[in-house]
């Protein structure tokens, strides 16, 4: 099982800026994971957002992230950061982390999920 813990979601302005956390561990989890963010809400469904790959060096993003989120890893800790500025109103969802082989989680098929973390951005 691999477990993933996440934190820093929370309720913001249009404008601000969040960061959120995801800290992997379990005796199933693969370094050779990529480890990265969905997000789901009520009018959009679930949606990629981005991912990394193991090492951290190559990334993916949503177009409609793409130049506001950024994605990092901490390949020591296992740990995923998404930084997220210039939060929209539609940027609001509970987002979840992922992680598994890069392919399947770029299509929306990953080892595990998070328990998610609400993010919700007031106009």
């Known amino acids: 099982q691999v477990q993933l813990a996440e934190s820093g979601g929370g309720m913001v302005r249009a404008g601000d800026s969040l960061i959120l956390s995801c800290a992997a561990s379990?005796?199933?989890?693969?370094?050779?994971?990529?480890m990265g963010w969905f997000r789901q809400s009520p009018a959009k469904g679930r949606e990629f957002v981005a991912v990394?790959?193991?090492?951290?060096?190559?990334?993916i993003y949503a177009d409609s992230v793409k130049g506001r989120f950024t994605i990092s890893k901490d390949v020591v800790k296992n740990t995923v950061y998404l930084q997220m500025n210039s939060l929209r109103p539609e940027d609001t969802a509970v987002y979840y982390c992922?992680?598994?082989?890069?392919?399947?989680?770029?299509?929306?098929?990953?080892?595990?999920w998070g328990q998610g973390t609400q993010v919700t951005v007031s106009s």
């Open positions: 990394i790959n193991y090492s951290g060096l190559s990334e």
């Open positions: 379990g005796p199933s989890f693969m370094e050779s994971f990529a």
């Open positions: 992922v992680t598994g082989h890069g392919p399947d989680v770029v299509a929306g098929t990953p080892h595990s």
